[in-house]
Nanobody, 127 residues
């Protein structure tokens, strides 16, 4: 069983920055895929948007909606991965979740690809 916990959410004005952290109960090299997701208000769980992923080889992928503004990274020694969010927009508002897949073959941001999820951190961007 893998436990994930997000931290770093909050409120920020448009154009501002926030960094989210996700602490894992297992070393990240044991995962096949880690990622960050966003669930806007009034969306249901399986509609979470995949924002960024890192596969077991370190390959990074971003959704077009955040490319150039968000940066995913990881610190294996701290069992923690991060989402640096810059140039935030009101439409970035939502609950942010970190997730991990163990033993998968392909790393992609589809909701059903991930085995484990954190409880979420709220990010609110005001105009």
């Amino acid at each position: 069983q893998v436990q994930l916990a997000e931290s770093g959410g909050g409120s920020v004005q448009s154009g501002g920055s926030l960094t989210l952290s996700c602490t894992s109960s297992v070393y990240l090299h044991s995962t096949s895929c880690i990622g960050w997701y966003r669930q806007p208000p009034h969306f249901v769980e399986h509609e979470r948007e995949g924002l960024a992923t890192i596969d077991r080889d370190g390959k990074i992928s971003y959704a077009d909606s955040v490319k150039g503004r968000f940066t995913i990274s990881k610190d294996n020694s701290k069992k923690t991965f991060y989402l640096q969010m810059d140039s935030l927009k009101p439409e970035d508002t939502g609950m942010y979740y970190c997730a991990a897949d163990i033993g998968g073959t392909f790393c992609h941001s589809g909701y059903y690809n991930m085995d484990y999820w954190g409880k979420g951190a709220m990010v609110t961007v005001s105009s």
